[in-house]
């Protein structure tokens, strides 16, 4: 049902976004990917693309924690879609596990810069020719996070909530104009951001890495398992879809029961 749109997927050489990416080049879009990778990882990234799906695929690099290098990528994208993108994906972003006292503050300012600075960037620049288009999908990937916190995770949450306050705004600001703005509010998915978060896990209870997934997401999700990336890009080709027209402003749980705790 995406033939002949295009869509932008910020995070997509990686997880969630690269599994995002997959879930819409399937679907029949054109997929601009960016986020960090070698030459050799980006160019083995377009290549399974464009073996798997019809699809075009181009990379733009683009470090989101600066506006000169946003305000680059959005030229970029011109460069090759002068009418801009049907889809936009705001998912880059990492997480950094620390008390508030303790929390260095460039790592606050570079949390706030590539997850609540870099989504408000690109939808500014990109709404205006999406509104031209009368039609568009906006997504931006918060986390149970962006719900609820935890313990470390406060400046995380913060910016997590944050963009769910965005796209509540933006969805109103855009609704007359066949444009639905949405956040995904997922629990642990198995990417290399929780990776990081398991091997810290093991250092501090002093147990085997197969027992840190299990108690780690058996503490917090019912279902006791990883949630799949490809769950999550499913759900986005849902939204991308025409039934998901009325869907709109919302915060979406994909998160193993966690909330109902
Ligand atoms: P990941 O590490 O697999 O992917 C992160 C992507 O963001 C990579 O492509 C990376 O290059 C890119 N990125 C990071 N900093 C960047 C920067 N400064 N400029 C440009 N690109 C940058 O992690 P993931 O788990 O797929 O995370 C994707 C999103 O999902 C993040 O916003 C994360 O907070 C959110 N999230 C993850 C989980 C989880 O359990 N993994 C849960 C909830 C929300």
């Known amino acids: 049902h995406l033939d002949g749109k295009v869509a932008l997927v910020t995070g997509s050489t990686s997880g969630i976004g690269l599994a995002i990416a997959h879930g819409l080049a399937k679907r029949g879009a054109s997929i601009i990917l960016t986020g960090f990778g070698d030459e050799e990882l980006i160019s083995k990234l377009k290549e399974d693309f464009t073996s798997k799906y019809k699809c075009r695929v181009d990379y733009i690099d683009a470090d989101l924690s600066k506006v000169a290098d946003i305000n ?55 709404i205006p020719l999406m509104k031209r288009k009368g039609w568009g999908r906006i997504l931006i990937t918060s986390s149970v996070h962006g719900m609820i916190s935890t313990a470390g995770k406060a400046v995380y949450s913060a910016v997590k909530h944050g963009v769910v306050g965005l796209a509540k705004g933006i969805a109103l600001e855009v609704v007359d104009y066949g444009i639905t703005c949405n956040t995904l509010c997922p629990g642990f998915v198995d990417t290399p951001v929780t990776q990081k978060q398991i091997k810290q896990f093991v250092q501090d209870e002093g147990i085997s890495l197969e027992q840190a997934k299990v108690d780690l997401v058996s503490k917090r999700q019912p279902t006791k398992t990883f949630i799949e990336p490809e769950h999550i890009a499913e759900y986005v080709a849902f939204i991308c879809s025409p039934y998901a027209a009325q869907i709109t402003g919302s915060a979406m749980p994909i998160e193993g029961g966690w909330l109902s705790k």
């Open 72 to 126: 680059e990528l959005f030229t970029s994208v011109i460069k090759l879609y002068p009418e801009g993108v049907d889809v936009l994906i705001n998912n880059a972003g990492y997480n950094h596990v620390c008390l508030v006292e303790e929390y260095p503050e460039e790592k606050w300012d570079d949390m706030v810069a590539v997850m609540l600075s870099a989504p408000f960037h690109l939808c500014k620049r990109f």
